[in-house]
Nanobody
Framework: QAQLVESGGGLVQAGGSLRLSCAAS????????MDWYRQAPGKQRELVASITGSGSSNYADSVKGRFTISRDNAKNMVYLQMNSLKPEDTAVYYCKSRVYASWGQGTQVTVSS
């Protein structure tokens, strides 16, 4: 069972930047597609960005051009660089493997006006 630990969230003003990190366990990390999700209070969880083991990425329209997902397979890490943050980006952000069912605790991102 893979374990995922998210970090890097915090409070930032609109227009600012944050980099989220996801530390993963497991020897098969390098071949796993990894996703970043977010969930705001009272809203459904949404897929923000995905990256395949080979590095191909996709983004939700709401973050395209502002967020960048990346990975370092040697370190079992996934990152989400978030630039030009908006108040509507406020949410708990989760890293997720499509192979394993468990979710981590997430990391809170709060963007003030």
């Amino acid at each position: 069972q893979a374990q995922l630990v998210e970090s890097g969230g915090g409070l930032v003003q609109a227009g600012g930047s944050l980099r989220l990190s996801c530390a993963a366990s497991g020897s098969i990390f390098s071949i796993l597609t990894m996703d970043w999700y977010r969930q705001a209070p009272g809203k459904q969880r949404e897929l923000v960005a995905s990256i395949t083991g080979s590095g191909s990425s996709n983004y939700a329209d709401s973050v395209k051009g502002r967020f960048t997902i990346s990975r370092d397979n040697a370190k079992n890490m996934v990152y989400l660089q978030m630039n030009s943050l908006k108040p509507e980006d406020t949410a708990v952000y989760y890293c997720k493997s499509r192979v394993y069912a468990s979710w981590g605790q997430g990391t809170q991102v709060t963007v003030s006006s």
